[in-house]
């Protein structure tokens, strides 16, 4: 099995050193001329690498029908939520989040390639309290970024009978900024933080999707999932002061509300709770708990720097 990933972010950084421990061919593209994540001696290093920007047709045609997948794992996506609301950006957001994705389906299509495509809790309009089915098709999403993850999902879904559309939330990995580093960075300096307390949602740690992204592309069990660290759902003020229990900072976690904290751009879900059961019902195991990642992952921190 040949697999390509796009986007060697913080997913991708992770899925292909998954891919390596199980001796699966992988090759890794970005717009990069070379690849360019976290160093740290983990098998991506060593690993093909070639260059890609999605959004240009012909390059997704040339680079696909060169390296020739069994399947494709989609990390490379639009992230910056804010960002995605500049009218001046809203372009390049689609332009990565739609079109890129669209033409990635296209060439799996013509050369029967698997695709495994990472989505978001955004596509919901996160109200209610009630977890998010992966099969609901209740979309309406509240933001640019949000609504350009749904079109690239409708690209996927309406191209292709193999592929598998993952939907993931409050991601933290080791190559990239997220909010696990940002607590630790600022709870070194600051007695005092303001976390929101009304949106309700869980984490989801890279190292672990991955585990679970790998397991999924080598079978034929495809559909919508929804994929998070388990151990219930919490508020990121809830998720901070974990973080700091961790790591014994005696930063004081101050509750807030959405609309008292401000300074957001983009409006977020305050319903982010995905129903993961699906995952065991189809034979794949559940992630551990986002307790447990929270430690693995402070402890890689410390062992990369």
């Known amino acids: 099995m040949k697999v390509l990933v796009t986007g060697i972010g913080q997913l991708g950084h992770d899925v292909m050193n998954e891919l390596a421990s199980r001796h699966i061919e992988a090759v890794g593209c970005g717009t990069s001329p070379v690849y360019r994540g976290i160093r740290n ?46 009218p001046e950006n809203i372009a390049k957001v689609r332009a990565v989040n739609v079109d890129g994705t669209r033409f990635i389906a296209e060439v799996c299509k013509k ?42 999902e409708l690209a996927v879904s309406s191209l ?36 929101v307390n009304d ?17 999924m592309i080598q079978t034929d069990k495809y559909g919508y999932y929804h994929a998070t660290n388990e151990g ?10 974990e973080i700091f229990r ?6 004081k976690v101050i509750p807030v509300t959405t609309e008292e904290y401000g300074m957001s751009k983009a409006r977020r879900p305050f319903n982010s709770r995905l129903e993961t059961k699906k995952l065991q019902d189809s034979g794949f195991n559940r992630m551990p708990s986002w307790k447990s990642a929270i430690s693995r992952y402070i402890h890689e921190l410390h062992r990369n720097t």
């Open 41 to 86: 001696g983990s098998p991506i290093e060593k690993m093909p690498y070639i260059q890609l920007d999605i959004t240009k047709k012909d390059q997704v045609n040339e680079v696909m029908e060169k390296v020739h997948p069994d399947a494709v794992i989609h990390c490379a996506a639009w992230t910056a939520v804010d960002a995605a609301e500049e």
């Open 111 to 152: 050369l029967g390639a698997k695709m495994l495509y990472i989505s978001t809790d955004y596509v919901f309009n996160g109200k209610g309290t009630t977890p998010w089915d992966p099969d609901c098709k209740e979309y309406d999403p509240l933001n640019v970024y949000g609504q350009s993850k749904l079109d690239g």
């Open 160 to 195: 292709l009978d193999k592929y598998f559309i993952v939907r993931i939330a409050w991601v933290f990995g080791l190559n990239g900024n997220n909010f696990v580093k940002t607590m630790l960075k600022v709870g070194k300096t600051h007695k005092e933080l303001r976390v």
């Open 199 to 215: 949106q309700i949602g869980a984490p989801t740690y890279t190292f672990d999707l991955a585990c679970l992204l790998v397991d």
């Open 232 to 241: 219930g759902y919490i508020s990121w003020n809830e998720f901070a002061k």
């Open 246 to 251: 961790q790591t014994s900072y005696s930063t």
